[in-house]
């Protein structure tokens, strides 16, 4: 009915007047859904639980918030909404997978804040002024080793050896749980019978691409004549299309720059104050601040980058899959340089200062440098800033959908005005429920991923924050699409699509950046090789990390491996030789064990593999046996 709905020409084709969906934009209709079986509440009297319609078993053992521990009831749900959405709760069990990431992490945390305490380095907290350190800024004061005291322990907690373990646990528990999802679907739609649906079912072309295409073409398969774009428009369309996407990136470098910015005048301001708790905290409050400031432009420009890329993808793609997909990786380009230019500044990029009588500038201010307590913890409180108050704003918005289905009552109650029945329709109690807006949104927080897997060097606790607003958003989820939102219209899908190989490139760079987190962000390495050099007690350490500045321009020391001319010392060229190894060593050896999982373990489980053998086995002697009988 929908597809009938949807491909009915009421108009002038080539103004593309076609389908129910444009009346709804244009206004001749309000609203065009599937109705919903029935009320989700339970009658007030006894009933037995066969005589309930399914929304109402979706809702009495799925949706409520007391039924958190329970397992999805993934056939009920592809029953009633169908397979893609269906799918989307089947994904969902990475919840479950969550949770051994997150003990691990825990123990990692809870492991570092026991040990906080012996292994920082002494001479930071018992020098007293012992190191009075070169300013940070023109106008800013020197600062002693001792004031960061505090700064250095939290440090530890974030930048210690079993962060470098945990990194290496999270990368195989990527994998792991990658091949598991795709056995998973494999199982499901062989299940839902919906393998290969795409290819046994031609996929007819979208109203809006039909409406436009200015040829028409016989399709090789269907031998059909279909819509079509000529080679050239849809090359032109495609480029002009990448010029817009290249453009919006340079946007994001823009606020980039701005929230950089934003911090180093905050930093001067904290300085200025004469405060010495002021003075002592500037960077901590100035990234603070700036990773707030930086959430709001990533959630504003979020928005404005959806919209773009909905356009930019309206009328290029000929089937609803790949429209979908094109749409999706678009969004998602636009959403990773939104989320995680930021961290990948403060991980990679910060801190590259030089040194006094040579430091770098951008737009006249001197480069940023590390905060007190290194680089990792600046990374650490971004990323908890960024991940929990984006999750949080996200849960808010999800309570908002209950305003919004409030305000549609009204709506509804304003136009039948006195011909409201007693008992209304269920196309009217429908009515009043809020339009479903698609599973884009929810897989799109799929950039929680990232944030556990790319940088869980720095963040442990990320698998548990996670864990946590996962456990809320899958019963939000079920109670918005079971009593929220009107029904939608159900459709047909063997796997997540484009998604999947957005968690896979996600994955394979989360060693990638965990490896060079390690090596040039943490102290880890610097630390080792001056253990295994000097003194296994760290003792002297910090005095052997300064350098001072060339002669005639300032006494005190910065943090660094250079000598009195500014050049590095033989020290550094030792560290950055085990760096590189460290990188090349921890790449080979993660990307291989995960290249031998993914081979040990096949895409299809063993069992699933021999009833399809079996069924094409069935298929082919019914065929032969019909074709004996016909003769």
């Not at 998604?499 to 994955?507: K, Q, R, T």
Request: charged share 20%; net charge negative.
């Amino acid at each position: 009915v929908y597809e009938i709905l949807a491909r009915t020409v009421y108009g002038k084709r080539k103004r593309t007047e076609v389908g129910v969906d444009r009346l709804v934009n244009e206004g001749a209709y309000t609203a065009a859904y599937p109705l919903h079986e029935g009320p989700f509440k339970l009658p007030s009297h006894e009933i037995h639980p066969d005589e309930l319609n399914q929304r109402q078993v979706l809702h009495y053992y799925w949706a409520r918030w007391c039924k958190w521990f329970k397992y999805q009831p993934l056939d009920h749900i592809r029953e009633y909404f169908g397979e893609k959405i269906a799918l989307y709760f089947a994904w969902l069990f990475y919840t479950a997978w969550l949770l051994p990431a997150a003990i691990v992490g825990t123990l990692i945390f809870v492991s570092g804040v026991m040990s906080m305490d012996t292994n920082t380095p002494e001479d930071i907290c018992t020098s007293g002024a012992k190191y009075p350190m070169c300013p940070l800024c023109k106008t800013c004061d020197a600062w002693n080793m001792s004031d960061i005291c505090t700064m250095a322990k939290l440090g530890y907690l974030f930048d210690h050896p079993g962060t470098v373990l945990f990194s290496v646990f999270m990368s195989f528990w990527a994998v792991t749980f990658l091949e598991f999802w795709k056995r998973k679907m494999a199982t499901l739609a062989h299940h839902w019978d919906c393998m290969d649906f795409h290819e046994e079912e031609q996929e007819r072309p979208r109203p809006e691409f039909a409406a436009t295409a200015p040829t028409v073409e016989e399709n090789p398969v269907t031998g059909v004549k279909e819509p079509y774009f000529p080679e050239k428009t849809r090359l032109s369309r495609m480029f002009t299309g990448s010029m817009v996407i290249v453009l919006m990136l340079c946007v994001v470098i823009i606020f980039l720059v701005t929230v950089v910015m934003c911090r180093g005048v905050i930093s001067v301001m904290m300085y200025q104050s004469g405060s010495p708790v002021l003075r002592t905290e500037a960077g901590t409050i100035a990234n603070i601040c700036s990773s707030i400031v930086n959430l709001g432009f990533i959630l504003v420009m979020g928005q404005v980058y959806t919209a773009l890329a909905e356009q930019l993808t309206k009328w290029m793609h000929r089937t609803q899959t790949q429209h979908d997909n094109a749409f999706t990786l678009k969004v998602f380009i636009f959403q990773f340089v939104n989320f995680y230019s930021s961290p990948f500044y403060v991980a990679f990029f910060k801190g590259f200062v030089g040194y006094p009588t040579n430091y770098g500038t951008l737009f006249g201010m001197r480069n940023e440098d590390c905060g007190p307590g290194g680089c990792l913890i600046e990374l650490a409180e971004q990323l908890f800033i960024i991940m929990v108050g984006k999750q949080l704003i996200n849960n808010i918005q999800e309570f908002i959908i209950k305003v919004k289905a409030w305000r549609q009552k009204r709506t509804l109650a304003s136009v039948l005005g006195d011909n409201e029945q007693d008992e209304p329709r269920r196309w009217e109690e429908d009515y009043k429920l809020v339009p479903c807006g698609g599973l884009f949104e929810e897989y799109l927080e799929m950039l929680q991923f990232g944030f556990i897997t790319i940088f869980v060097a720095a963040f442990p606790l990320a698998p548990l924050f996670a864990l946590l607003n996962n456990w809320v958003e899958i019963r939000l989820d079920a109670h918005k699409f079971v009593c929220e939102y009107r029904r939608p219209v159900a459709e047909r899908a063997q796997n997540i699509g484009v998604w999947f190989n957005i968690l896979e490139a996600l994955s394979h760079l989360s060693v990638i950046a965990n490896a060079f987190l390690i090596a040039f962000t943490s102290d880890f390495l610097p630390r080792l090789l001056y253990q295994y050099k000097f003194r296994n007690d760290l003792n002297g350490y910090v005095n052997f990390t300064l350098a001072y500045a060339p002669l005639n321009y300032t006494d005190y020391p910065y943090k660094a491996f250079r000598d009195n001319d500014g050049m590095y010392t033989l020290f550094y060229w030792e560290l950055l030789a085990v760096r590189l190894g460290f990188i090349i060593a921890f790449e080979h050896v993660v990307f291989f064990v995960l290249r031998a999982i993914d081979w040990i373990v096949p895409d299809v489980p063993e069992s699933l593999e021999l009833k399809i053998k079996r069924e094409r086995y069935l298929a082919k002697q019914a065929l032969a046996e019909n074709q004996e009988a016909l003769l």
